[in-house]
């Protein structure tokens, strides 16, 4: 059998309000930590904490029936969290799936313990008995049976005697059987105890540590039933050691399991990922058909699709058309990044080009897996002589990398990076497919 739990809690109550000594066995306040039979008469008279001699036994008998023997409670293995960050309690025993040996090494004495389990909770009823193991092993096979009502009245009689330990205490805060009371706490070893953790997640703060602990219980199979949390706290973290790449594979084998609300969260930040093919497959799951074709005309506008073999000759600016009344049009309608790459270069030049490098930074921060974004946000990197970033984020413009400007700017890249080779190749390519481009003839006689 384990050894028995230390005195030393955990957790401590701090009181900001008041400077002058309270009383911890007031009855507002919660006792923090673990307390001997010897401590406890200190504060109750003998009649109410002497142990009940039948309570004692049906414990014994109980411990004898255990095959493990392992009695200690732990709040973590009770609970389950969704992808909006909410805690559950985990179910426990389903009687559709019969009765089979859990606790024990027989379904005889699996019953047994049930039995056992019964009377102690009408023993509790009418005696009282400080003794937290009791109160352990009760926990465990009530949790698992779905006796629940059974479980608040027992630990009902440790809160009036002011000894429910803490831990206790949040387990039910979490779940939500009672309301928080526990405002004004801190804590110390939080990096090691899961339910102080996740207390902290719900009504504190946590730490890079507390986070980074929690990722790799469940990057590590240790407690899949945290992925919801998890996925809450890393959601919009897709770069670094620890993103939420990982955390959508395991979410993505068990999608058909979560609710409307789970589906319609976890989508938002898959879309996020810029696999928009794998994405339309989960909306087909989530959304109507009117929220589809909605969602689906947003990503084409916001992805700025084109087809280039629609092009007759080398684009360029059109004279014809006033350029500047354009870019107005489209300052309005935020889309300033689905300029042509010529387009954008030329008004870089002018006056409003302040203006203009505002609006692409805007729409690549805004639509970072956008390929208009990325192919305006290239564009600006490569009037900024900056090649290798232009590089770098046409390669991210999906179809619109192939657009004829944007090769023809790929070409030149090469050269100012001195792959002299591989832009002749490219400027040929294109002086095939467009042989009145005097552009292009100019810059293969240039080099």
Known sequence: MEQQFSKNPEWEEIFIASPETRDPFSDS????????????????????????TELSKLKEEM????????THFHPEDHIVTDLLGNIHLKAGHSEKLGIFPFFTKSIEDEKKLLELATQT????????????????????????????????????RFKEKKVLPLKFQIFFILVGIHENPLDNIIVSGEETNVINILYKFKFLQLSKSEKNKLYDLVLNKQRPELTGVVFHLYSDTYKGLRNIHPIHQRILKKFHELNQEE?????????????????????????SKKELKEWFQRIKKMNGKAKPDSEKCFPGFNEKEDILKKYKFLQQENETHSLSPFEILLLLGTNVSLNLKS????????????????????VLNYYESDYRNFLLYIDKAGSLKHHSECV?????SFLETGHKEEAKTILFALQNKFPNAEVIKETLRNN
């Not at 923090?32 to 200190?42: F, L, P």
């Not at 411990?63 to 392992?70: G, W």
């Open 29 to 52: 306040d919660f006792v923090t930590g673990s307390y001997s039979v010897s401590e406890i008469q200190d504060l109750f008279s003998s009649e109410e904490i002497i142990p009940s």
């Open 63 to 70: 411990v004898t029936l255990l095959k493990d023997k392992r």
């Open 121 to 156: 909770v009408e023993e509790f009823k009418l005696k009282f008995s400080p003794d937290e193991e009791l109160l352990e092993i009760l926990t465990k096979i009530l949790l698992y049976w779905n006796r629940l009502g059974d479980l608040v009245l027992v630990a009902g």
């Open 263 to 287: 589906k319609k969260e976890f989508i938002n930040s898959y879309e996020e990922t810029g696999k928009y093919f794998q994405t339309y497959f989960l909306l087909k799951k989530a959304l």
């Open 359 to 378: 609006d692409i930074q805007e729409s690549f921060q805004s639509f970072p897996n956008s390929y208009s974004a990325n192919r305006a946000f290239a």
């Open 408 to 412: 023809y700017l790929k070409a030149m």
